[in-house]
């Protein structure tokens, strides 16, 4: 079993709808979870952060992770073309271990 | 700017030709990782340093070679690159403390 799962999709939306994108995992110890966005030929850019169970609000985002059932997600509202991206989700246990990746999942909001 | 510089950003070379991908960051950051991208199986990391002087593997590190010298620097070389290293490869640094990678732009390898 990978370590953290996540649909590829792709998922597509018509703008305004509300996005929901999942990611389980495996390992009991991650504790710090994080949502990336990569838009093409970009490199990854830190979209939200959260650090073990409960929910973290910004803007239009809000990240979610429930520790118990080991599933992470990010809540898109009022959802706009900009944010057709890639979103992968990343773990890791302490601030000295490596990130573990999602392979992303590839997201198009619909004018 | 806050940033991490990644160059090339477009490198096509031949089989055993050996290279280097440089990776600069100018946010005074500890931590350095490369990943690879790849259709299908997304980010893997190929190694990564905690410090100056302090390097691990990661994932997928057969075939690759890292140096970290000084601390803004943490360049890729491939000794004899081979086909199965064509990818989108990303440096990547953070701070300690702050546990979100700040990535470069990537750079997209082929090999021939």
């Known amino acids: 079993q990978k370590e953290v799962e996540q649909d590829p999709g792709p998922l597509s939306v018509p703008e305004g709808a509300i996005v929901s994108l999942n990611c389980t995992y495996s390992?009991?110890?991650?504790?710090?979870f994080m949502w990336y966005r990569q838009y093409s030929r970009k490199g990854p850019e830190l979209l939200m952060y959260t650090y073990s169970s409960g929910n973290k609000e910004d803007g239009r985002f809000t990240a979610q992770v429930d520790k118990s059932s080991k599933y992470i997600s990010l809540f898109i509202r009022d959802s706009q073309p900009s944010d057709s991206a890639t979103y992968l989700c990343a773990t890791h246990p302490s601030g000295n271990t490596p990130l573990v990746f999602g392979k992303g999942t590839r997201l198009s909001v619909i004018a | 700017e806050a940033q991490v510089t990644q160059n090339p950003r477009y490198l096509i070379t031949v089989t055993g030709k050996k290279l280097t991908v440089t990776c600069s960051q100018n946010m005074n950051h500890e931590y350095m990782s490369w990943y690879r991208q790849d259709p299908g199986l997304g980010l893997r990391q190929i190694y990564y340093?905690?410090?100056?002087?302090?390097?691990d593997k990661g994932d997928v590190p057969e075939g690759y070679k890292v140096s970290r010298k000084e601390k803004r620097n943490f360049p890729l070389i491939l000794e004899s690159p081979s086909p199965n290293q064509t990818s989108l490869y990303f440096c990547?640094?953070?701070?300690?403390?702050?546990?979100?990678?700040?990535f470069g732009s990537g750079t997209r390898l082929t090999v021939v």
């Open positions: 340093s905690m410090n100056v002087e302090v390097t």
């Open positions: 990547a640094s953070r701070t300690t403390g702050d546990y979100g990678y700040t």
């Open positions: 390992n009991s110890a991650f504790q710090y």
